[in-house]
């Protein structure tokens, strides 16, 4: 039996991952389940899988998992400190399934011990990049993609020498807005843009799919995962999402991998790595999506991966700031307080204000900038 804890277990990730365990349920003991203050959902699914402890972030919604858990010898706790606790358990993989730079510190306490941290969660290693891949490596741990690309990517490389990579590729199916003009984007609802024609996921990283900020961050994290640097990374739009990435060798022989649109396959992927599990979901039908088709982003429209390719090139703490403000800005857009072009321009507008040091050297350097990002996109959204 293998042990896991799963953090943000009652999001789109933590759903998949939950039914991929509910498959496999001889073969797992669950540890920790957490959870923002979904109370309610958090209580059911550590009585399901009769978890040891199960947390909410925010500790105002711990007397409603209390109550929900009265009884059952489930520990019930709440606070960030107690999720960073819960992180810590030992146990023989962590899911970070977090949304947000939230994730972060219980991401670093998990790696702090050393073990198997199956990352979906990635704004926190845009945020951190160097502090936590030296973290990973201080601490002997083991990172596993879980966003599909990257997951697609580290599957393209296994076997092969990471300096025979001539270019990798991450493909974006280019969001639900790809085929409207400046013009129409400006008038974008919220409903518009969640409504992604490919992937059921949380709405932040639904909005961040239509602005491509999606695909901005993807590539930070592609640039700390996979060592090849800035330039042999880029981007292509492939509106199927088959394949979710590939990798192409010296010798011009690209290794894809394709897969239905599905986060079960690359959970499962890390959940079995080194080896392979069933994963209950359609398999891939070639026959029936007929074509796959290709195309070279359009940064007019969407300018989110140019600013991401150069906050990357910057380094040091512009990852962070350009994590932080496009946090911020989902947000108000979210909540109807910004149209949806104003998200791209919102960022833009923090990164030539914010005064930032050039490197980071931390957690705490990282959550410094990182408050003081989102501070000053809210002032500029008040101010406007
Ligand atoms: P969801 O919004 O569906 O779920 C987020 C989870 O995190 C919930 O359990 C939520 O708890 C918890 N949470 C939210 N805010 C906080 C906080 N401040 N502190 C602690 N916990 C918190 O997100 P997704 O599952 O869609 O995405 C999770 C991560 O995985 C993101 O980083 C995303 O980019 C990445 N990812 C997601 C994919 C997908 O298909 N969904 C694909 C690839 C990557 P509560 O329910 O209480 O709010
Ligand atoms: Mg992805």
Redesign the pocket.
Known sequence: MRSISI????????D?TLKLLRQHRDAWRVEAL?????AT??AQLAREFDARIAV???ESCLPELREALAGTGIEAAGGRAA?IEAARRPVDITLA????C??LAPVMAAIEQGGTIAL????ALVSAGEVMMQAVERHGATLLP???EHNAIFQSLAGSDIADVRMITLTASGGPLRLLSAEELQRVTPDQAVAHPN???????SV?SATMF?KG?ELIEAYHLFPVGLDRIRILVHPQSVIHSMVEYRDHSTIAQLGPSD?IVPIASCLAWPRRMEAPCEPLDLAAIGELSFFAPDEERFPATRLARAACEEGGATPAVLNAANEIAVAAFLAGQIPFTRIAALVEDVLERSNRPQALASLEDVLTVDSSARRQAQAILENA
């Open positions: 953090l943000g277990a009652t999001g789109s990730v933590g998949s957490t959870a923002q203050c979904s959902k958090l909410v972030g925010d999720l399934a977090i949304v947000g939230a994730g979906a969660n990635k704004e879980v966003d599909s992937w059921d996921m949380g709405a932040k990283i961040d999606n961050l986060m």
